[in-house]
């Protein structure tokens, strides 16, 4: 059985094939390897019952996540694996990888996934290009849930945010300086904690408030991201992510702005990718 995995930081899809009958879905939390270690990946996986039944029969696991860009944090998401599927071939690769098989199959673009946080990068149809991007929630994600997060916040607590959009702000999240320091620079995940905030732009996106926020955002995005690519305007850029999918008419606008063609927008990209790993394996095996 093959085992197939999207993580971002702030949750989870994973699609598990069974010959004889529809793939296995269930989710968890996200499992970037930058605040979950190795322990709690495996402990976390441990307990879902959906899986515990099939372990023995793993026998390929195909992680793509969020934070497994450098060879330590992805021995550290494939040791939790191994852990847990002893028996198993584990392959672990980045996000990005994972939105770009989704996407784009085996065809050329520009890939972007912007969720909790944002990373873009060229693919060639087999490989990604170098990114100069994904530098996290402190550095960059420009565009992110996490980005948009903290602008909230700090429009909030330092008295810029609309008085009628801070009144329901308040009501809902009951956010205090104590609180938001506490879940930043103390608690773990903290770009998860500055994310969840999307779900009330979603509430209030016809405000011109969050409606300025939002293209704002995606104005970053594009600038520091896909207009730093030299032929951007020669591909179709391609979106992934809940931030991308749920706000896609201010993205749709702002990538015209600046001459950028969207291609695909996809929430989440768990069911391509899961087609296009299975798809691969079985070929490959036949070969």
């Known amino acids: 059985m093959i085992l197939v995995a999207d993580s971002g930081s702030s949750s989870s899809e994973w699609m598990l094939h069974l ?7 269930f989710r968890t939390k996200g499992l970037n390897p930058y605040f979950v270690s190795e322990r709690e990946i495996a ?6 019952p959906e899986i515990i039944p099939y372990i023995s029969e793993v026998h ?11 060879p330590d944090r992805r021995e550290i998401v494939s040791n939790a694996l191994s852990e847990i599927f002893p028996g198993a071939f584990i392959s672990v690769e980045t996000e990005l990888l994972g939105s770009a098989y989704a996407t784009l199959g085996t065809k050329e673009g520009i890939v972007c996934n912007i969720g ?4 873009m990068t060229f693919y060639d149809g087999e490989f990604l290009s170098p990114s100069l991007h ?9 565009g992110s849930g996490a980005w948009f997060g903290k602008q909230l916040i700090v429009d909030f607590l330092y008295g810029k945010m609309p008085r009628d959009v801070a009144k329901l702000f308040e009501e809902q999240y009951r956010v205090t300086k104590e609180i938001v320091i506490k879940n ?3 608690k773990d995940r903290p770009n998860a904690y500055l994310a969840s905030f999307v779900p009330f732009m979603d509430e209030h996106r016809t405000n011109s408030y969050m409606d300025d926020l939002l293209r704002n955002g995606f104005d970053e995005f594009v600038r520091s991201h896909i207009m730093t690519y030299p032929n ?8 992934v992510g809940r931030v991308a999918f749920h706000f896609d008419l201010q993205l749709r606008d702002v990538c015209d702005l600046h001459g950028v063609r969207v291609g695909k927008i996809l929430k989440n990209p768990i069911h ?3 087609e296009f790993v299975i798809k691969r394996e079985l070929e490959n095996s036949i070969i």
Do not use: I, M
């Open 272 to 274: 391509p990718l899961y």
């Open 184 to 186: 930043v620079y103390q």
């Open 43 to 48: 402990r976390v996986l441990g307990e879902v």
């Open 232 to 239: 951007f305007a020669d591909h179709e850029c391609h979106f």
């Open 134 to 142: 994904g530098n996290g929630y402190v550095l960059g994600d420009e």
């Open 19 to 25: 010959p004889d009958s529809d793939p296995l879905y």
């Open 60 to 70: 390929e696991v195909y992680f793509f996540g969020a934070g497994c860009h450098t």
């Open 116 to 119: 909790t946080g944002s990373d």
